[in-house]
């Protein structure tokens, strides 16, 4: 007998051999009808999998994030098979489930895949998954993997083959389909309940673009045709609030093909925009105990070496800059913590000058592919909100907590209540990736977690998605589409101190080593302006907004009285401007209110006889007439109310 650890914390027997389904058909026949896969010791397996060992066990459905991935690999083999169906001899490359859906690549060769023929492939899809075909799991020899290929001329697969050893190759074949796959898979097609066919895109092999290119076929399935709807129904609102789409029609930022890709354009509204977050976190940090530093865009390429990033991501940089001098080489500033151990360095630090807290809305460049960029969301020139605390150890579990109260202040203050936690720890069984001792990365992981758990964050852990140097505490935010972006983020640092000799002098009058924590509760600027514009959907808080108001005279004989009105707006701080045009009231109505104004003061021969106002409010209408110090009052008192004061 075997004991099984469910996720309540109960635990039961079964017979050695048992399998998840088995398991689910114990507690629910219901369950069972519904379970996906199961996950046993952290790792997610078919739900036939036989098990042998006592272990902690979990079963998948729908409503679990590996379930879903389940489900969308699984969609992708359905998706091969159809397009196989309908179109003999095409050869296949990957077909991972990626967050919303799943794609495949493949190559069919002179054919061009069209749009023309998504409905045709949907059909056979849904046909296909009627069949309720299921996912058979086989161990395959590496001989007999070769020959299977090497009989269909899949020479994608047999290079895919060359990188795995004899004894851990699998199959998995569901009705005519046969794939190399690790798995795990959803126990049968009929699963699949609805199907929807979202676009192309080419694709390089192995995304090395000297090889050819293939075509990526995007798709996403349901086990509803409702939730289908659902989606559809979310995707439009998406378009709808797309911060690509909004930031051109708000006139936030722009790109241009003679500037480079991946390069963003400031327009004025957005720089206001920026400029508000910056002095927001800026009026945070310095109640936090930061010091404000600025450090160049380029730097030597010896201090890079010397931290370790020119080994790690050198070659999938810009290009160095080389100067007349032989030998001399330059780096655009692909990250700010470098230069802030030289910072430290610049004097002798004593145990009483610790923490020393050195912020920086530094940019950085950092080469993307171009298939990768997508709006402000991925970008080669971003900014960021950086800062490295440098810390005696005893210090760290302390700074570290402070920061998450930094972290979910910025959140609360910009509304972003859809986070997750994301604990990344480096991965055991692959350390080489990592630089540093054992004994540094075990109490760096433990001071993450124990901070993460005295704060009460739920929190996921992730095994290999530490950086090179260190673990991390990712604070992961969800779109108007749920998808995840990483923005803030928190890494304890046991490495780069050593690497640029840090010292301080403690109170035994010895020379420590320092611990540096990083930190960017935006992550980056361009990013978090992209998911604040979509969460929004433009509809900015009052108190961030680049342009609060308009003031819209009747006809050109009230210009001089708006002229006063705005004058006495800008000597309260509030921004706007004064719509000039010969045009009627009603057209600047609808043009301020496109353009999200947040409220309108209209001025005709009334309001200026009377020294008053009449004011309409975004979403509300018209508020009546009033004097110009009772609507300044109403602005201060909304502005006051939604800032959220941040406390040390």
């Known amino acids: 007998m075997i004991k099984i650890k469910l996720p309540d914390g109960n635990v ?71 397009i196989e169906a309908l179109h003999p001899g095409t ?46 799991r086989s161990e395959v020899s590496k001989a007999d993997a070769i020959q299977y290929f090497t009989e269909k001329g899949d020479e994608y697969k047999l290079e895919l083959l060359e990188g795995l050893e004899d004894g851990s190759i699998t199959f998995y074949q569901q009705g005519n389909f046969t794939d190399l796959c690790r798995g795990p898979h959803i126990p049968n097609t009929s699963f699949i309940k609805a199907v929807k066919l979202m676009s192309v895109a080419g694709a390089y092999w192995r995304g090395d673009t ?27 609102e998406a378009k709808r609030r ?150 005696r150890p005893d210090q760290v579990e302390d700074e570290f907590m402070k920061v998450i109260d930094l972290v979910l202040y910025v959140f609360k203050a910009l509304g972003f209540d859809n986070y997750s936690a994301q604990i990344s720890l480096r991965d055991p069984e692959n350390k080489e990736k990592y630089i540093g001792k ?12 124990k901070s993460a758990a005295a704060k009460g964050l739920p929190t996921v852990v992730e095994l290999g998605e530490a950086a090179f140097y260190g673990p991390k505490l990712d604070f992961m935010v969800k779109d108007a589409l749920g998808r995840k972006w990483q923005l803030g983020t928190i890494q304890v640092d046991y490495q780069l101190p050593q690497r640029f000799e840090l ?19 935006f992550g980056s600027l361009e990013r978090f302006v992209a998911i604040l514009i979509e969460n929004t959907a433009g509809n900015f808080p009052l108190w961030l907004s ?31 401007y004064i719509d000039h045009r010969d045009e009627k009231i009603g057209r600047k109505i609808r043009d301020a209110e496109v353009n999200k104004l947040p409220f309108m003061l209209i001025v005709g021969e009334k309001e200026s006889e009377q020294g008053m106002v009449s004011v309409r409010k975004k979403g509300e209408g018209d508020l009546g007439m009033m004097p110009i110090d009772q609507f300044i009052n109403i602005m201060q008192t909304e502005i006051n109310k939604n800032v959220v004061r941040f406390k040390e």
């Open 210 to 236: 000297s090889r050819k290119q293939m075509t990526r076929v995007y798709a996403v399935t349901f086990p509803k045709q409702k939730e289908l709807e659902e989606y559809l129904t979310l995707l439009e």
């Open 503 to 521: 010292e301080y002098t403690g109170s035994d009058n010895q020379k420590h080593r320092p611990v540096m924590i990083h930190r960017a509760p």
């Open 242 to 391: 797309d911060h690509r789409k909004l930031g051109k029609e708000l006139e936030l930022f722009a790109f241009s093909e003679k500037v480079g890709m991946g390069l963003p354009l400031w327009l004025p509204k957005g720089t206001m925009l920026r400029e508000r977050l910056e002095n927001f976190l800026r009026r945070a940090q310095v109640r936090a105990g930061y010091s404000p530093v600025i450090t160049p865009h380029i730097a030597s390429k010896e201090l890079y070496i010397t931290s370790g990033h020119y080994a790690k991501y050198g070659a999938d940089s810009f290009q160095p800059i080389r100067t007349p001098d032989e030998g001399e080489e330059f780096f655009l500033k692909p990250m700010n913590c470098p230069h802030h151990c030289e910072i430290y360095k610049t004097k002798p630090r004593s145990y009483r000058d610790l923490p020393l807290r050195l912020a920086e809305f530094g940019t950085v460049y950092r080469y993307e592919q171009s298939g990768e960029l997508h709006g402000l969301t991925r970008v080669r020139g971003f900014t960021q909100d950086d800062a490295h605390i440098f810390c």
């Open 438 to 449: 054992d004994e540094d990365w075990d109490k760096a992981e433990a001071a993450i977690i």
């Open 91 to 136: 050869k296949f490359g990957i077909g991972p489930a990626i967050e919303t859906g799943f794609y495949y690549d493949i190559d069919m060769g002179e054919k061009a895949l069209s749009a023309d023929e998504f409905k045709k492939i949907e059909d056979k899809m849904l046909e296909l998954a009627r069949q309720k075909n299921q996912y058979q």
């Open 546 to 576: 680049p342009e609060q108001l308009a003031v819209l005279p009747i006809s050109e004989k009230y210009e001089d009285y708006a002229n006063e009105i705005f004058l006495r707006l800008q000597e309260n701080d509030l921004r706007g």
């Open 12 to 82: 039961r027997e079964y017979a050695q051999g048992t399998t998840g389904m088995d398991i689910a058909l114990s507690i629910s026949e219901g369950l069972a009808r519904n379970v996906l896969a199961a996950k046993v010791n952290g790792k997610v397996v078919d739900a036939s999998l036989p098990i042998n060992d006592d272990c902690d066990f979990q079963l998948l459905t729908w409503n679990d994030a590996d379930g879903k991935s389940t489900f969308w690999h699984s969609s992708a083999h359905l998706l091969a098979e159809a």
